[in-house]
């Protein structure tokens, strides 16, 4: 036996399945709702949470060839309500009927009973019971097999007066807030983002209030959306603000901050080209200075980083790093004006001469002591100078 090519197979039993439709099959549907005439993109049905709803969709053919064609084929049916019933009855044009019930209609082939007359199709159930202002929801929606959403669904609105004007109050206080907040601010920082948010808020709020006031509910829960988004806007806005605020206060504070250990580093210079301290002394003040300079530069590196949350709108993580770094900085600014304050009155003093005494046998020794005390003591101290630096070196060298 010769065996026949896939593709000859394939042209010669084409595979056998539904045809394709599309809404020019189906004429308009007959539509109601609670018993009143519902015309698709026209009618407005509000209802309250917990309302019973019905809906009755006839389903019909345009043409006698359509009512062969819409046949052979499942619809499925869906919706938002709850604890929903369907019954659907299929009429056929030589006068048979099947009745069918669920959410999946099942209609059969036609042909030998000269097609679809139609499909009537009774959904009822009840609006959700949740605290919803404001929602569009689906009665009746339906997809026709090889065709697609193709019919016009049952959309129908529920509404809680109520609760529009609870949030429309609610509404009008956060802007009440975030205006004053405002007015703290301004002339602070940049503050025209904020600005512009509060602006198109409150014109929506307005606009919400005279669209609820004449009943296009519709409207009105759009524009107290939009003056919810603008509100959270605003909110986000007012975070940056703060964060923004508080990092210039410390970014000042740590400038001014090494302009004082940029001081203490010339009084000590001072000291010591005058030798007006003794070497051990000055060998504490500088090995001072140099932990001072250590830990502002590790405030400088957290306000940098500090600087980039904020950039990226991390504000949250901003405000508490800022918050660890003030601490930080409180410690180290005390430290500089305690060192300023010990070496501001030693730049005072002048000292005097006096006239000088022969020096004995027991002086000499003394000055000969003193020397190699104060050598040991300076050797000690290039020691912990070098090995500070080279800690320093290796510490800007992991930061780059």
């Known amino acids: 036996m010769r065996l026949v090519p896939l593709f000859l197979l394939i042209l010669i039993f ?5 045809e394709t439709v599309t ?5 308009e549907p007959n539509i109601k709702v609670n018993n009143r005439t519902y015309i698709p993109n026209e009618t407005t049905i509000f209802f309250k949470a917990n309302d019973y709803v019905t809906v009755r969709y006839l389903i019909e053919p345009k043409t006698e060839d359509d009512a062969k064609k819409i046949d052979d084929r499942d619809y499925y049916l869906y919706t ?12 056929f044009k030589n006068g048979a009927s099947l009745l069918k019930e669920g959410l999946t209609v099942e209609v059969e082939d036609a042909d030998n009973l000269d097609g679809i007359d139609y499909i009537e199709v009774n959904l009822s159930g009840y609006v959700p019971k949740e605290d919803i202002r404001f929602e569009e929801l689906y009665a009746l929606k339906i997809r026709v097999q090889d065709g697609g959403y193709i019919l016009p ?3 129908i609105y529920i509404k809680n007066n109520e609760k529009f004007l609870e949030d429309l109050q609610n509404a009008k206080e956060r802007y009440d807030e975030l205006s004053h907040f405002l007015a703290n601010y301004t002339g602070k920082v940049e503050v025209s983002n904020l600005e512009k948010y509060l602006d198109l808020a409150s014109r929506n709020l307005t606009i919400a209030e005279e669209n609820f006031n004449e009943k296009d509910y519709i409207n009105a829960d759009k524009r107290l959306r939009y003056a919810e988004e603008l509100l959270n806007n605003a909110s986000k806005e007012s975070e940056g603000i703060e964060v923004r605020y508080k990092f210039s206060q410390v970014d000042e504070r740590i400038r001014d901050l090494k302009r004082s250990v940029d001081e203490i580093k010339v009084y000590i210079d001072e000291i010591e080209r005058k030798d007006l301290l003794n070497t051990s002394v000055l060998i504490d003040y500088k090995v001072r200075y140099e932990d001072l300079e250590d830990r502002l530069v590790g405030l400088i590196n957290e306000k940098d980083r500090i600087n980039n949350y904020i950039s990226i709108g991390r504000y949250e993580d ?10 930080k900085l409180g410690d180290v600014e005390s430290e500089a004006n305690v060192i300023l304050n010990e070496l501001k009155p030693i730049i005072m003093v002048t000292p005097t001469t006096s006239t000088p005494t022969p020096t004995t046998q027991t002086d000499l020794s003394s000055f000969v002591y003193a020397g190699i005390v104060g050598g040991c003591v300076a ?5 912990v100078m070098i090995f500070r630096r080279y800690m320093r070196r290796r510490r800007w060298d992991e930061l780059r």
């Open 14 to 18: 084409p595979v056998l399945g539904a």
């Open 23 to 27: 809404k020019d099959n189906f004429a």
């Open 80 to 91: 938002d309500l709850e604890d929903v019933e369907v019954k659907c009855r299929i009429v």
């Open 153 to 155: 669904s049952v959309i």
């Open 318 to 327: 901003a405000k508490r790093n800022l918050e660890s770094l003030m601490n």
């Open 379 to 383: 050797v000690v101290f290039m020691f």
